[in-house]
């Protein structure tokens, strides 16, 4: 969607069953069978159909979308951004960049600006009548972009160093611009931006930067390695070397300090914080730690790889990979109450699983050439699609609708999730 394709690390015989061959089968027997080339959705489960679909002349790839209240933004091969209203596909908005344009654009809910980033390096900024705002000349082939109400923050991996630029969504000022060794931008709050600097090649620390200028609020002192690190206007969190480490965003004074053996590299901040655990057997599991003072509350196996975590006020959602005894890869979901009992597990027919998204009655689980629609309150499948082209999809769920840009093929369509 697009993402990395799936990887095999040993035979189905090298690793513990995670389901046997018989729950396999009946869940697949109660979604019905995999579509066959040419075919578009699960036949059994009344697949559907886009209410819109459109294509772009001229344009052989779409970049991922991204949704307004009343738009679908999403940058084509032909080297624009378009605004499609999302009634009906038709173009309210074109923007001519200077390259094609690869990454999702970042919108507030309504009234613009639209920032995107091109492949010529450049960041651009496009009022809501399709004109330019600004624009930064960058060096950047590949960058990504988070919005939040007063900053846009772009990942630059240009050069030597990841670099994080701050820009006024407005008037395209920099408000500032630092080395950083993280890959993604999980600690970019209205308040506060929190990242890994690194300090040598085997030492980092974690900033926490001022929106309004890039000012280092606090920093933490130097360790070992890389840690992940997550963050929101509550709480941020670095694992170092095993343990996990919780720090007051407002100064960086430590909360509180638990130790965890095998870290995953899934960290996400809900109602509780979430952490991926790599056990001896080759299994996953997911861990639950309460927010304000660090005690585990739960651990509960999941698949072999976790993939994905969703975090609501009232569960967690945790996409991962099992083995099919008969070969190859399927994708499973496991939704746990707070308490961390698992309400549900629902072993998909989606021969990989790379995201999660939960709406109000429905959970989506995608892979990178198709998703799959589940109850959210039973994990029963609803529906299932995948291109009759087998392009790559980019999925961007809202809560009525699943928005689509066919990577391979320069399109966009929207699904009805009822």
Known sequence: MPSERPERTGSAGSREQTVTRREVLGTL???????????????????RRPVWRRDIDGAFMAGPPAVTDELV????????????????????????T???????????????????????????????????????????????LVRTESLVAELDFAGPENTLTGYDPQTGDRRFQRAVSSYSLDGVADDSVVVRVPVSETES????????????????????????????????????????VAYEPSNGSVRWRTSVSSPGRTMVLGSQLYLSHDRPDGHAELLAFDRKTGEKRWANPVGYQIRSVEATDD????????????????????????????????????????????????????????FEVLSRESGQTRWSYEPDS??????????????????????VARFPLE
């Open 29 to 47: 027997a109660a979604v019905g069978s995999l579509s066959v080339a040419g075919c578009s959705s699960i036949p059994g489960l009344g697949g």
């Open 73 to 96: 933004l999403a940058g084509m091969q032909d080297k624009a951004l378009y605004g499609l209203r999302r009634e009906d596909g038709s173009t309210a908005v074109r923007f001519e």
């Open 98 to 144: 200077g390259g094609p344009i690869e990454t999702r654009p970042v919108a507030p809910p309504s009234g613009g600006p639209y920032h995107v980033h091109s492949t010529d390096g450049d960041l651009y900024a496009v009022d809501s009548s399709g004109d330019e705002l600004w624009r930064d000349e960058g060096t950047a082939h590949r960058a990504r």
């Open 205 to 244: 620390r974690v900033v926490s930067l001022s929106p309004a200028d890039g000012s280092v609020r606090w920093r933490t002192e130097s360790q070992p390695r890389h840690p992940a690190v997550v963050a929101d206007s509550r709480l941020a969190v670095a694992v170092w070397d095993g343990t996990l």
């Open 315 to 370: 569960a967690v959602f945790v996409g991962s990979r099992v083995d099919d005894p008969d070969g190859g890869i399927l994708g499973r979901v496991d939704c746990f109450g707070l308490d961390g009992t698992r309400r549900w597990q629902t072993v998909t027919g989606l021969p990989s699983l790379d995201s999660l998204a939960v709406t109000g009655s429905r959970v989506v689980a995608g892979w990178d050439r198709g």
């Open 390 to 411: 087998h392009s790559r999809l980019s999925l961007r769920v809202e809560p009525s609708s699943v928005f689509v840009s066919y990577v391979d093929d320069g399109a």
